[in-house]
């Protein structure tokens, strides 16, 4: 399974474009990068997945280069209830599996 | 219906009592998960269940036994915990096999403190 490794924390102003990169080098050729995001006593949501380029939906973007060793996930213009703690994870999805989460990324965002 | 239910919210136990954690969803999927995560750590896979069937244990203590008893429930039978083992005790529930099966929905959560 492809480790992860993201910033430990980001701060960030309300308003502004979030951008938090994960590392995963040795991903697999059939693995997707899928993006959680966790709100304190509360279980992860899920925001986003997605293999290669670029994915959009109503809360995220997801930028994968060609070489897929890293991503990008692209808040627009945070607000306060967006600071949570940021998870990318690797894997296949076409079964169900083993996920591990990384260290995941605390982000701040302040007013 | 995209949601996960978990109850209790909370549950403090002694070492030497016996409870369980229950799970429930109503969204067909085929594969449920136990996680535990402690304060500002990621969560931990313990168990994964795919069709009723236990298909993953991540060396998970006997304290800890899981239960599928149908697609919709799953639950977590707990005995002679230790103090270390209070955590946030998470399930999560996915679709088995197809696209769907990477992205998982998770409930709230169980606060189990074992004094």
């Known amino acids: 399974l492809a480790k992860t490794t993201q910033p430990i924390s980001m701060d960030s102003y309300e308003g502004q474009e979030v951008n938090i990169t994960c590392s995963h080098n040795n991903i697999a050729t059939n693995d997707y990068i899928t993006w959680y995001q966790q709100f304190p006593s509360q279980g992860p949501r899920f925001i986003i997945q997605g293999y290669k380029t670029k994915v959009t939906n109503e809360v995220a973007s997801l930028f994968i280069p060609a070489d897929r060793k890293s991503s990008t996930l692209s808040l627009p213009r945070v607000s306060l209830s967006d600071t949570a703690v940021y998870y990318c994870?690797?894997?296949?999805?076409?079964?169900?599996?083993?996920?591990?989460f990384g260290s995941g990324t605390k982000l701040n965002v302040k007013p | 219906d995209t949601e996960v239910t978990q109850t209790p919210k909370h549950l403090v136990m002694g070492m030497t009592n016996k409870k369980s954690l229950k799970c429930e969803q109503h969204?067909?999927?085929?594969?449920m998960y136990w996680y535990k995560q402690k304060a500002k750590k990621p969560p931990e896979l313990m168990f994964v269940y795919s069709y009723e069937k236990l298909s993953i244990n991540e060396s998970v203590p006997s304290r800890f036994s899981p239960e599928c008893p149908n697609s919709s429930l799953l639950n977590l039978h707990l005995h002679a915990l230790q103090p270390e083992d209070s955590a946030l005790y998470l399930c999560?529930?996915?679709?088995?096999?197809?696209?769907?099966?990477?992205?998982?929905?998770f409930g709230p959560g169980t606060r189990l403190t074992v004094l």
């Open positions: 969204m067909g999927h085929r594969a």
């Open positions: 999560a529930s996915s679709q088995a096999e197809g696209l769907g099966a990477g992205t998982q929905y």
């Open positions: 994870l690797v894997g296949p999805i076409y079964n169900f599996n083993k996920f591990y």
